[in-house]
């Protein structure tokens, strides 16, 4: 049944119109939503979810299940709060903005059962300022599901309550980090918060508070709805669920599709991309978004589940593949990459706000025939420097992870421009 | 306590305490930058990283920063490891590469933790080759310079200024490795407490522009340790001099008292001793006369005629004040207050004695978790109050991240937890006050409004305490909420204080702390200048009574102690005195209107030559030492004084100290408030300069060739040297804080006992007056102020520049005077038919025109008020009266 294989697309039509309320409920919206609240709770919610085996969709891959069970319930009268992250700024990456312009419900609807898990009664959405159709889609979506009851006070005759802010950012990649994304929501700076305390116990204005991906909340209502094995059916692989992949670059169709988790790589290029362009060849690939490590076409066979892809050396991240031609510098994509990471520090933490700027100054020194080969070691001592645990978020690490994997698979083209120079 | 292992070696450390902290507590060397004990942590620098292992298995480890790491019971790190050396050293490598690495040019040379903590790291060779960032830079205003191309954005500048002192015009601009700190425009700082950006700036980006304008490296300062000279707070403080010019005045940590921090009056207010009008030569009749001629006229003064009197000074030491009296003799001597200041700073000694209830320490202050404060705007009367106040305003949001299991260093999310915690301080002034903004209710009424307020919360503690009669409702509602607040802490602080010059206020104050159930409650009373507390506790008559002893011709000398009369009591008042006076002697520093009316005029030494004792509100004795010696002829007012006594025995201070503390049980222990001149380590005498002081041989070769020698100190333990030990120095003789490799103030780390604790060996100065006792109920209550129609009453305000007599003269503090203008309530303005900016005249009520000057509208001011900066001379003219009329200045008469 097509409907079931690709529930979080289901709704989304090749004139690429909005779904409003009313089609979203006649594909059997908002279901997953009345099954809640009727018959379970907070903690079955948290249950389902967590035996369904969903890992968060925006990039760490952190079961959603356990992340909601870990927000501690004992005190109701204690304010929660719901975050959608809807801050897609991952270079490369826009399979949220499809979730959220041509679907919206989908994710309110999800927000709403994510809410009643934790018992949050106000929500918002912090969505990327530039997403200017999405703003107004969820502002008609927001409005059509208060007038029918989906939110508000006493939602579908329950004692559930629950308001929903839409919150645009002002344009910073670093407010796609939950904790930064919490500050900018608070009107400070977008800097990320130490942990711990984690969100969830010290959030938004210092109330528990749980972060979820937009992809993440979209798949809730129909493990609700359709149940917990129906969903772990869904996957091929080791991680449950569908997933929203996708490839950019010199492919013959750059897109997004929904394919079951643990679809290999190849099936995504070859088939779904419909492989290279004519006269291009596949030199590699970042397969989860710019601050995943480069794999080769001897990786295609790789799955994507968090942990294959981790296995073979880079991550999963959003599952949006960027693929290297053979007629593109990758020294020069690098620095194109690393420009925008630079750009994008908070400016917090030293390695980050300093590092990434001269990785930048090194690949355009090498570039434009001034680099020197002790560069490279430079470069290299540079990734371990920004690497995970030593910076205070996970900006710089992400990174210089298509540096790192640059310096090792695609060296000679670095030597290349150094020994241009030399002569 | 937590035993971990550093290194292999076993450590006890405090348990809940972050690794930096208690690596830096044990005396062990780790790089840090955004780290500050008084700021807590904020994981930004990278710098303090570590390795820390599993387990002994564990070989290899992970890298963790130090000031993020809760200590923990047998945790295993290393600060040695290769790995966190590379790291360290990498890190710093990348906070240079936009560094300028102008230390030559730059002030923060010499003592910058920026260096310092390069050179621990190791990091040596640059391998950035690309262009620097570079920023524009920022006029702050006369007291702090910007230099923003040295800044490697540890943060501090801002969590200091902002989130520790409660300043708004201090922010983060732009983002990556253009983050820029400076204001939104040019334009002074407008935070009381911008001068510590200098010390919490581990680099030069914010150095200060009043020791720029006379700049010395750090190492070729002489130093001495001193006490502030510009409130009663009595914060320590490090002056540095050369060539016989003060340059600058420090923080001198007291971990009791002032911790790592200082009020811009307090370090920018040093500029009156190089002052021109500075006294340098006796003067007889207007004539400079040498040393021994005014000796000797002061000696047949004394012999002649009729007996002398003496008029102290809370500006004068204990030893000074305690000469002059033993001179007169005591019927002879007064305290040269006004009489109102007389009998509040009285009844402060007495309730301090006999009241029962601990006068605390500022350290105490920010632990107390319920605050009332009557009738003081703190920024204004004793500045760094307001600092520890607002850090006590905090301790609800401590409590509730202590349930969240959040500690206390982690500062941003106790922080962030800061909306959730009400505050329990609570202000009630004659208008808003600048800490308005940590308050959970605040309350403007006049003095006897605030006293009545003051009252009823008593009541409302206790029963037995006098209410007052014909309470309005709003402020019966407001005394319930406070009396609730303050009677469910476990160590609520009422403070109050001399500012409102209302007796009642204090009484009422008074019984509020009475009233207060708990057991670790605190009273606290701020009082107007360094020594008001030692001068009400030596004791004496008041100003007025040695007006009638010369006007009842019972004597005819009057010899002046430090002390412009003229800011004190009425002009023409103490002109008539004056004149009838057949002599008068003045020993004073600066020259003022007093000092222009003596016969003869003794040059005195400042704060910053001289020595002596003041006590502090809290009742602490606290000595400070020369740091420089006085240009001859100039000496300390003890010198002069005890120079024309028949029979000295005090020709040596220790000894004069000594005496005053055996004729005052209150100030016995003032002997043990430093160790006398005898003290010496390993033999020698404690060397006020560095020893890498430059010059000495040459300094003087424009005046000799041949180097001079060192002027000798026999009063102090300190030479006027570089040689001797500073190795082992108890605290309060520690002229310069310094340790190998730690040539910046943060060298304190390896003084304290936890950083930011306190200091070894204890911190400095000597507690005088403990609790004891118990004093009856006030009942005293006054009736609710009722402006009367066409009638204002002069409310005098403090201001933190302007009120002070000395700081004003310092041309920083100059630049930052409040507008000449009057305050009105706005109603009472709009009656008058003037704006803000519009002229106005005050007039006697007899019509006698005092004064025309712009209004400027307060509108927390009570009706009927009439607000001026206390202590400005420009408005000595007004002290004649208390109330006055005002009327607009006609347009063809405008100012």
Same mark, same amino acid.
Request: aromatic letters at 8%.
């Given at each position: 049944?097509?409907?079931?294989?690709?529930?979080?697309?289901?709704?989304?039509?090749?004139?690429?119109?909005?779904?409003?309320?009313?089609?979203?409920?006649?594909?059997?919206?908002?279901?997953?939503?009345?099954?809640?609240?009727?018959?379970?709770?907070?903690?079955?919610?948290?249950?389902?979810?967590?035996?369904?085996?969903?890992?968060?969709?925006?990039?760490?891959?952190?079961?959603?299940?356990?992340?909601?069970?870990?927000?501690?319930?004992?005190?109701?009268?204690?304010?929660?709060?719901?975050?959608?992250?809807?801050?897609?700024?991952?270079?490369?990456?826009?399979?949220?903005?499809?979730?959220?312009?041509?679907?919206?419900?989908?994710?309110?609807?999800?927000?709403?059962?994510?809410?009643?898990?934790?018992?949050?009664?106000?929500?918002?959405?912090?969505?990327?300022?530039?997403?200017?159709?999405?703003?107004?889609?969820?502002?008609?979506?927001?409005?059509?599901?208060?007038?029918?009851?989906?939110?508000?006070?006493?939602?579908?005759?329950?004692?559930?309550?629950?308001?929903?802010?839409?919150?645009?950012?002002?344009?910073?990649?670093?407010?796609?980090?939950?904790?930064?994304?919490?500050?900018?929501?608070?009107?400070?700076?977008?800097?990320?918060?130490?942990?711990?305390?984690?969100?969830?116990?010290?959030?938004?204005?210092?109330?528990?508070?749980?972060?979820?991906?937009?992809?993440?909340?979209?798949?809730?209502?129909?493990?609700?709805?359709?149940?917990?094995?129906?969903?772990?059916?869904?996957?091929?692989?080791?991680?449950?669920?569908?997933?929203?992949?996708?490839?950019?670059?010199?492919?013959?169709?750059?897109?997004?599709?929904?394919?079951?988790?643990?679809?290999?790589?190849?099936?995504?290029?070859?088939?779904?991309?419909?492989?290279?362009?004519?006269?291009?060849?596949?030199?590699?690939?970042?397969?989860?978004?710019?601050?995943?490590?480069?794999?080769?076409?001897?990786?295609?066979?790789?799955?994507?589940?968090?942990?294959?892809?981790?296995?073979?050396?880079?991550?999963?991240?959003?599952?949006?593949?960027?693929?290297?031609?053979?007629?593109?510098?990758?020294?020069?994509?690098?620095?194109?990459?690393?420009?925008?990471?630079?750009?994008?520090?908070?400016?917090?933490?030293?390695?980050?706000?300093?590092?990434?700027?001269?990785?930048?100054?090194?690949?355009?020194?090498?570039?434009?025939?001034?680099?020197?080969?002790?560069?490279?070691?430079?470069?290299?001592?540079?990734?371990?420097?920004?690497?995970?645990?030593?910076?205070?978020?996970?900006?710089?690490?992400?990174?210089?992870?298509?540096?790192?994997?640059?310096?090792?698979?695609?060296?000679?083209?670095?030597?290349?421009?150094?020994?241009?120079?030399?002569? | 306590?937590?035993?971990?292992?550093?290194?292999?070696?076993?450590?006890?450390?405090?348990?809940?305490?972050?690794?930096?902290?208690?690596?830096?507590?044990?005396?062990?060397?780790?790089?840090?930058?955004?780290?500050?004990?008084?700021?807590?942590?904020?994981?930004?620098?990278?710098?303090?990283?570590?390795?820390?292992?599993?387990?002994?298995?564990?070989?290899?480890?992970?890298?963790?920063?130090?000031?993020?790491?809760?200590?923990?019971?047998?945790?295993?790190?290393?600060?040695?490891?290769?790995?966190?050396?590379?790291?360290?050293?990498?890190?710093?490598?990348?906070?240079?590469?936009?560094?300028?690495?102008?230390?030559?040019?730059?002030?923060?040379?010499?003592?910058?933790?920026?260096?310092?903590?390069?050179?621990?790291?190791?990091?040596?060779?640059?391998?950035?080759?690309?262009?620097?960032?570079?920023?524009?830079?920022?006029?702050?205003?006369?007291?702090?310079?910007?230099?923003?191309?040295?800044?490697?954005?540890?943060?501090?500048?801002?969590?200091?200024?902002?989130?520790?002192?409660?300043?708004?015009?201090?922010?983060?601009?732009?983002?990556?490795?253009?983050?820029?700190?400076?204001?939104?425009?040019?334009?002074?700082?407008?935070?009381?407490?911008?001068?510590?950006?200098?010390?919490?700036?581990?680099?030069?980006?914010?150095?200060?522009?009043?020791?720029?304008?006379?700049?010395?490296?750090?190492?070729?300062?002489?130093?001495?340790?001193?006490?502030?000279?510009?409130?009663?707070?009595?914060?320590?403080?490090?002056?540095?001099?050369?060539?016989?010019?003060?340059?600058?005045?420090?923080?001198?940590?007291?971990?009791?008292?002032?911790?790592?921090?200082?009020?811009?009056?307090?370090?920018?207010?040093?500029?009156?001793?190089?002052?021109?009008?500075?006294?340098?030569?006796?003067?007889?009749?207007?004539?400079?006369?040498?040393?021994?001629?005014?000796?000797?006229?002061?000696?047949?003064?004394?012999?002649?005629?009729?007996?002398?009197?003496?008029?102290?000074?809370?500006?004068?030491?204990?030893?000074?004040?305690?000469?002059?009296?033993?001179?007169?003799?005591?019927?002879?001597?007064?305290?040269?207050?006004?009489?109102?200041?007389?009998?509040?700073?009285?009844?402060?000694?007495?309730?301090?004695?006999?009241?029962?209830?601990?006068?605390?320490? !500022?350290?105490?202050? /920010? $632990? *107390?978790? @319920? =605050?009332? &404060?009557?009738?003081?705007?703190?920024?204004?009367?004793? %500045?760094?109050?307001?600092?520890?106040?607002?850090?006590?305003?905090?301790?609800?949001?401590?409590?509730?991240?202590?349930?969240?299991?959040?500690?206390?260093?982690?500062?941003?999310?106790?922080?962030?937890?800061?909306?959730?915690?009400?505050?329990?301080?609570?202000?009630?002034?004659?208008?808003?006050?600048?800490?308005?903004?940590?308050?959970?209710?605040?309350?403007?009424?006049?003095?006897?409004?605030?006293?009545?307020?003051?009252?009823?919360?008593?009541?409302?503690?206790?029963?037995?305490?006098?209410?007052?009669?014909? !309470?309005?409702?709003? /402020? $019966? *509602?407001? @005394? =319930?909420? &406070?009396?609730?607040?303050?009677?469910?802490?476990?160590? %609520?602080?009422?403070?109050?204080?001399?500012?409102?010059?209302?007796?009642?206020?204090?009484?009422?104050?008074?019984?509020?702390?009475?009233?207060?159930?708990?057991?670790?409650?605190?009273?606290?009373?701020?009082?107007?200048?360094?020594?008001?507390?030692?001068?009400?506790?030596?004791?004496?008559?008041?100003?007025?009574?040695?007006?009638?002893?010369?006007?009842?011709?019972?004597?005819?000398?009057?010899?002046?102690?430090?002390?412009?009369?003229?800011?004190?009591?009425?002009?023409?008042?103490?002109?008539?005195?004056?004149?009838?006076?057949?002599?008068?002697?003045?020993?004073?520093?600066?020259?003022?209107?007093?000092?222009?009316?003596?016969?003869?005029?003794?040059?005195?030494?400042?704060?910053?030559?001289?020595?002596?004792?003041?006590?502090?509100?809290?009742?602490?004795?606290?000595?400070?030492?020369?740091?420089?010696?006085?240009?001859?002829?100039?000496?300390?007012?003890?010198?002069?004084?005890?120079?024309?006594?028949?029979?000295?025995?005090?020709?040596?201070?220790?000894?004069?100290?000594?005496?005053?503390?055996?004729?005052?049980?209150?100030?016995?222990?003032?002997?043990?408030?430093?160790?006398?001149?005898?003290?010496?380590?390993?033999?020698?005498?404690?060397?006020?300069?560095?020893?890498?002081?430059?010059?000495?041989?040459?300094?003087?070769?424009?005046?000799?060739?041949?180097?001079?020698?060192?002027?000798?100190?026999?009063?102090?333990?300190?030479?006027?040297?570089?040689?001797?030990?500073?190795?082992?120095?108890?605290?309060?003789?520690?002229?310069?804080?310094?340790?190998?490799?730690?040539?910046?103030?943060?060298?304190?780390?390896?003084?304290?006992?936890?950083?930011?604790?306190?200091?070894?060996?204890?911190?400095?100065?000597?507690?005088?007056?403990?609790?004891?006792?118990?004093?009856?109920?006030?009942?005293?209550?006054?009736?609710?102020?009722?402006?009367?129609?066409?009638?204002?009453?002069?409310?005098?305000?403090?201001?933190?520049?302007?009120?002070?007599?000395?700081?004003?003269?310092?041309?920083?503090?100059?630049?930052?005077?409040?507008?000449?203008?009057?305050?009105?309530?706005?109603?009472?303005?709009?009656?008058?038919?003037?704006?803000?900016?519009?002229?106005?005249?005050?007039?006697?009520?007899?019509?006698?025109?005092?004064?025309?000057?712009?209004?400027?509208?307060?509108?927390?001011?009570?009706?009927?008020?009439?607000?001026?900066?206390?202590?400005?001379?420009?408005?000595?003219?007004?002290?004649?009266?208390?109330?006055?009329?005002?009327?607009?200045?006609?347009?063809?008469?405008?100012?």
């Amino acid at each position: 049944m097509e409907t079931l294989a690709k529930p979080l697309t289901k709704n989304i039509r090749p004139d690429r119109a909005f779904t409003t309320l009313a089609d979203y409920e006649s594909t059997g919206g908002y279901q997953g939503l009345r099954k809640a609240l009727a018959e379970l709770q907070p903690k079955d919610v948290q249950q389902w979810v967590k035996d369904a085996g969903l890992r968060g969709r925006g990039g760490a891959g952190f079961g959603t299940g356990l992340k909601w069970s870990l927000v501690p319930l004992d005190d109701l009268s204690q304010t929660r709060y719901l975050v959608a992250n809807a801050d897609e700024m991952e270079p490369g990456t826009f399979k949220d903005r499809m979730l959220l312009e041509q679907d919206p419900h989908q994710l309110i609807e999800g927000m709403i059962i994510a809410a009643y898990a934790i018992q949050a009664q106000k929500a918002y959405i912090f969505l990327r300022g530039e997403y200017h159709v999405a703003k107004f889609r969820l502002e008609q979506a927001l409005l059509e599901a208060k007038s029918k009851g989906y939110l508000g006070e006493h939602i579908l005759n329950s004692a559930f309550n629950l308001e929903i802010v839409l919150h645009t950012g002002a344009g910073r990649y670093i407010c796609g980090e939950e904790t930064a994304l919490l500050n900018a929501l608070e009107g400070k700076r977008a800097t990320p918060r130490a942990k711990p305390p984690f969100p969830l116990v010290s959030g938004l204005w210092g109330k528990p508070t749980v972060v979820n991906n937009v992809e993440t909340l979209c798949n809730v209502p129909h493990i609700l709805h359709y149940g917990v094995e129906w969903y772990q059916g869904l996957a091929r692989g080791v991680d449950k669920g569908t997933k929203l992949f996708g490839a950019g670059g010199r492919v013959k169709h750059p897109g997004l599709w929904e394919l079951p988790m643990g679809t290999p790589i190849r099936e995504i290029i070859e088939q779904h991309a419909g492989g290279m362009r004519d006269g291009y060849k596949l030199r590699g690939f970042l397969p989860g978004g710019a601050s995943t490590d480069f794999l080769l076409p001897e990786h295609l066979d790789v799955v994507m589940d968090f942990e294959a892809v981790a296995k073979a050396g880079s991550r999963m991240g959003t599952g949006v593949i960027i693929v290297l031609d053979d007629k593109t510098c990758p020294v020069r994509m690098v620095l194109n990459l690393e420009q925008f990471f630079a750009q994008e520090s908070c400016g917090w933490c030293t390695p980050c706000r300093d590092g990434l700027p001269w990785t930048v100054t090194l690949l355009k020194d090498i570039i434009a025939g001034k680099g020197r080969i002790e560069d490279l070691d430079t470069l290299a001592g540079l990734t371990r420097m920004l690497g995970p645990g030593n910076t205070f978020c996970a900006l710089a690490p992400g990174a210089v992870e298509p540096l790192q994997s640059a310096l090792k698979y695609f060296r000679a083209d670095f030597e290349r421009y150094i020994a241009m120079e030399r002569a | 306590m937590a035993r971990i292992e550093i290194d292999g070696q076993p450590y006890d450390v405090l348990d809940g305490n972050n690794l930096l902290s208690a690596c830096l507590s044990l005396g062990l060397d780790l790089p840090y930058f955004c780290w500050h004990p008084a700021l807590g942590s904020a994981g930004a620098c990278r710098q303090c990283a570590v390795i820390q292992y599993k387990d002994a298995e564990d070989k290899r480890g992970r890298l963790v920063m130090a000031c993020m790491t809760p200590v923990a019971d047998a945790m295993r790190i290393s600060i040695a490891a290769e790995q966190a050396r590379q790291f360290r050293s990498d890190n710093i490598e990348l906070l240079m590469t936009n560094h300028p690495h102008d230390c030559p040019v730059c002030e923060e040379g010499g003592e910058c933790h920026l260096q310092d903590m390069t050179v621990m790291t190791g990091h040596t060779f640059r391998r950035y080759r690309g262009l620097k960032r570079t920023h524009n830079n920022q006029n702050l205003g006369p007291f702090i310079n910007h230099e923003m191309n040295r800044c490697i954005a540890c943060y501090r500048c801002v969590r200091f200024y902002d989130d520790y002192a409660g300043g708004k015009d201090l922010q983060v601009f732009g983002m990556h490795n253009n983050v820029y700190f400076g204001r939104f425009e040019d334009g002074a700082l407008e935070n009381e407490f911008s001068g510590n950006l200098v010390e919490v700036c581990p680099t030069g980006v914010f150095t200060d522009k009043t020791f720029s304008a006379h700049y010395a490296r750090k190492w070729d300062l002489q130093t001495a340790p001193s006490v502030c000279a510009h409130c009663g707070l009595g914060c320590n403080t490090a002056p540095g001099e050369r060539y016989g010019e003060l340059r600058r005045v420090i923080n001198r940590y007291n971990g009791e008292v002032n911790g790592y921090f200082l009020c811009d009056r307090g370090r920018f207010g040093y500029g009156f001793v190089n002052s021109p009008k500075r006294i340098l030569k006796p003067r007889l009749d207007d004539q400079e006369i040498s040393a021994d001629a005014a000796e000797s006229h002061f000696r047949q003064l004394l012999k002649a005629g009729k007996p002398a009197i003496g008029i102290g000074s809370p500006r004068a030491s204990l030893e000074a004040n305690f000469a002059l009296r033993t001179l007169v003799g005591e019927e002879n001597f007064f305290l040269g207050l006004e009489d109102t200041e007389h009998i509040l700073l009285n009844t402060i000694v007495e309730l301090m004695r006999h009241g029962g209830i601990h006068s605390p320490s !500022l350290r105490e202050v /920010e $632990q *107390a978790d @319920a =605050v009332l &404060i009557l009738g003081e705007d703190v920024t204004h009367s004793a %500045p760094r109050l307001a600092l520890s106040l607002r850090q006590a305003a905090r301790n609800a949001s401590f409590d509730l991240a202590g349930s969240l299991h959040i500690l206390p260093w982690q500062d941003a999310a106790v922080r962030n937890l800061e909306n959730q915690a009400k505050s329990s301080v609570f202000i009630a002034s004659i208008c808003a006050t600048r800490l308005d903004d940590v308050a959970a209710n605040t309350y403007r009424g006049s003095p006897e409004d605030i006293a009545r307020l003051g009252f009823a919360i008593a009541h409302c503690l206790d029963e037995s305490a006098p209410a007052p009669a014909a !309470l309005g409702d709003a /402020e $019966q *509602a407001l @005394a =319930v909420i &406070i009396a609730d607040n303050l009677k469910q802490a476990k160590r %609520p602080l009422i403070v109050s204080g001399t500012s409102c010059a209302s007796l009642d206020v204090i009484q009422a104050a008074y019984n509020v702390a009475k009233a207060l159930p708990a057991t670790d409650k605190q009273l606290m009373f701020t009082v107007p200048e360094c020594n008001s507390l030692g001068l009400a506790i030596m004791g004496g008559a008041s100003l007025q009574q040695a007006f009638e002893r010369i006007g009842t011709g019972l004597a005819d000398s009057v010899i002046i102690l430090e002390n412009d009369l003229y800011r004190r009591v009425p002009g023409p008042e103490l002109d008539r005195f004056l004149e009838t006076a057949a002599h008068v002697v003045v020993i004073d520093s600066l020259e003022n209107k007093t000092t222009a009316q003596a016969e003869l005029q003794l040059p005195a030494a400042t704060f910053a030559e001289s020595e002596g004792t003041w006590v502090n509100n809290e009742g602490r004795g606290q000595r400070y030492f020369p740091v420089y010696p006085a240009t001859d002829p100039v000496r300390g007012s003890w010198q002069w004084l005890t120079s024309v006594m028949e029979n000295s025995q005090w020709r040596h201070h220790d000894a004069l100290t000594a005496a005053c503390a055996s004729a005052f049980p209150d100030l016995a222990a003032i002997v043990q408030a430093a160790p006398g001149a005898d003290y010496t380590v390993k033999g020698s005498k404690i060397p006020r300069q560095p020893h890498r002081y430059s010059g000495r041989t040459a300094m003087h070769a424009d005046i000799k060739v041949s180097e001079p020698g060192q002027p000798h100190d026999p009063e102090t333990p300190f030479a006027f040297s570089m040689e001797g030990d500073t190795g082992h120095v108890p605290p309060a003789l520690l002229p310069v804080i310094w340790a190998p490799g730690w040539n910046s103030n943060q060298a304190i780390n390896k003084f304290q006992q936890q950083t930011g604790g306190h200091l070894r060996d204890g911190d400095p100065g000597v507690r005088l007056i403990e609790a004891a006792g118990t004093l009856d109920w006030f009942g005293d209550i006054p009736p609710t102020f009722r402006p009367e129609q066409g009638r204002w009453r002069i409310m005098p305000l403090p201001h933190i520049f302007g009120t002070e007599e000395l700081s004003g003269q310092s041309p920083a503090i100059a630049e930052r005077l409040p507008a000449f203008c009057v305050l009105l309530n706005f109603l009472d303005a709009e009656t008058l038919g003037v704006d803000s900016g519009d002229p106005v005249e005050i007039s006697s009520l007899l019509g006698i025109s005092i004064l025309k000057i712009p209004v400027q509208i307060e509108p927390t001011l009570p009706r009927g008020l009439l607000g001026i900066t206390a202590g400005l001379p420009a408005f000595q003219s007004m002290k004649t009266w208390t109330q006055v009329t005002v009327k607009k200045v006609n347009q063809e008469d405008r100012l």
